[in-house]
């Protein structure tokens, strides 16, 4: 079991986590990059029930390239990207590995649409890579 915390940057929405993380990866896709501002994005993901949220995040979704819908919360107030959720796995959610207190606990596994990444972004040689999503 792992135990989380963090927060986004003004502090309006916070959380706390206690489960399994089965997944942590580095998602290349485009709309990874367009939401985080940055070259991709570094996820956690565990149970929604082992994530205990305070306070009230804002929503965007949007159509995956597989057809699945994304869900992505964020602070209203600051603008912070805090999970996200893919329609074709309920009951998951991803958090946005920055915002962990506890960083030490992320270890990446696996970098997902490489196809996608930008071209300055260098990959581990260790970890597995995928053009797209596996299986």
Request: with cysteine; charged share 20%.
């Amino acid at each position: 079991m792992t135990k989380l915390t963090g927060k986004c940057l003004c502090g309006d929405i916070s959380f706390e986590a206690d489960g399994e993380v089965p997944v942590m990866a580095n998602c290349h896709c485009t709309a990874c990059r367009q939401s985080t501002g940055s070259a991709y994005a570094t996820l956690m993901f565990m149970k929604q029930d082992d994530v205990k949220i305070i306070g009230t995040p804002k929503t965007y979704q949007h159509d995956s390239d597989a057809g699945t819908t994304m869900t992505k919360h964020f602070c209203g107030t600051c603008g912070t990207p805090l999970f996200t959720q893919n329609s074709a796995r309920a009951g998951m959610l991803g958090l946005r590995a920055g915002l962990i207190n506890e960083h030490e606990e992320f270890a990446p596994k696996v970098n997902v649409y490489t196809s996608s990444k930008m071209k300055a972004t260098v990959l581990q040689d260790s970890l597995p890579a995928f053009e797209k999503m596996p299986g």
